[in-house]
């Protein structure tokens, strides 16, 4: 689990980015993180991943507090993060040596079944041995993303991930996110995009550096009117979920995907 506890974050001779922050996120929960820029949802991940230290309250990863330097090697084991830009997380050409960067202390073996196993989650495993700086903005954060499994962490935090890529690599992220969740992952998911809102199992929206909501998915579904208060673009598949409720029909979804809502509409049809 992990637990931030009465955390505040400020830059030197600043304001509060964060104030008074506390959550729990349980393990193979996805929490989604909203709101404005500048609300403080980046630096929350910084704090999580520990890239960056609270200067009041604490993060513990497992019990483990962040602040603690003796805990550093074990936190970085089990927290990966992902960044909006790929290009500022990539050191090498080779996407083998990318992946596998982390991994020096693995036996051969060991790295090269890691490496073959991130690519094919991320769907990848067919480029393995293309020039890195050759592929798609898209196609690099999805090697981003098997470098952070290759090293088999327990929480992943996603920031902003899919803001700078087209809208068919959006979609293909969007679906490995769904696959990790299936796979039992931890997920922090950081977003301003109204469709990744449908990967969460609960939704925090942060104002100026404090928690302005709290809820779960469906929660959500029932308070719609909040992503309007907030200013935040309602996810296509409501708005169609929402129409045809207006026109009497009634659907109730599970996962809030497509797939499920063209099976649903099809047995209407059957009836």
């Known amino acids: 689990m992990i637990k931030i506890e009465n955390v505040t974050y400020r830059y030197k001779k600043g304001k509060d980015i964060l104030k008074n922050i506390t959550i729990h996120i349980k393990e193979k929960e996805t929490v989604v993180i909203m709101g404005k820029n500048g609300s403080g949802k980046s630096t929350l991940g910084k704090l999580i991943s520990g ?3 609270p200067k009041e309250g ?16 074990e936190i970085r084991k089990k927290i990966g993060i992902v960044f909006q830009n790929p290009e500022n997380q990539i050191i090498f ?29 991320v769907h990848m495993e067919d480029k ?28 992943i935090v996603f920031d902003e991930p899919t803001t700078m890529i087209d809208s068919k690599g959006k979609e293909k992220i969007y679906r490995i996110v769904e696959e990790l969740k299936k796979d ?4 922090l998911y950081i977003t301003n995009m109204a469709e990744e809102i449908l990967l969460a199992d609960r939704i925090i929206i942060l104002e100026n550096g404090r928690i302005a909501e709290k809820m779960t998915r469906q929660e959500l579904f029932n308070r ?17 979920i929402q129409g045809l409720k207006k026109e009497g029909i009634d659907i109730e979804l ?6 499920e809502l063209v099976t649903k509409l099809k047995e209407i049809i059957k009836r």
């Open 51 to 53: 890239i960056m230290k």
């Open 58 to 73: 604490k993060i513990l990863i497992d019990d483990l507090d962040i602040a603690d330097k003796k805990n550093k090697e």
């Open 93 to 121: 050409n080779n996407i083998q040596d990318e992946v596998s960067f982390a991994l020096k202390d693995l036996e051969k073996k060991e790295i090269k079944n890691r490496i073959e196993e991130s690519l094919h989650k």
């Open 128 to 155: 393995i041995d293309e020039d890195l700086y050759e592929l798609s903005l898209g196609q690099k954060q999805r090697v981003v993303i098997s470098e952070v499994l290759a090293k088999q962490p327990k929480y």
């Open 184 to 187: 039992g992952y931890t997920i």
């Open 224 to 240: 719609l009117e909040v992503l309007e208060q907030y200013n935040i673009k309602m996810p296509v598949l409501l708005e169609v």
């Open 254 to 259: 599970k996962d809030y995907s497509v797939g």
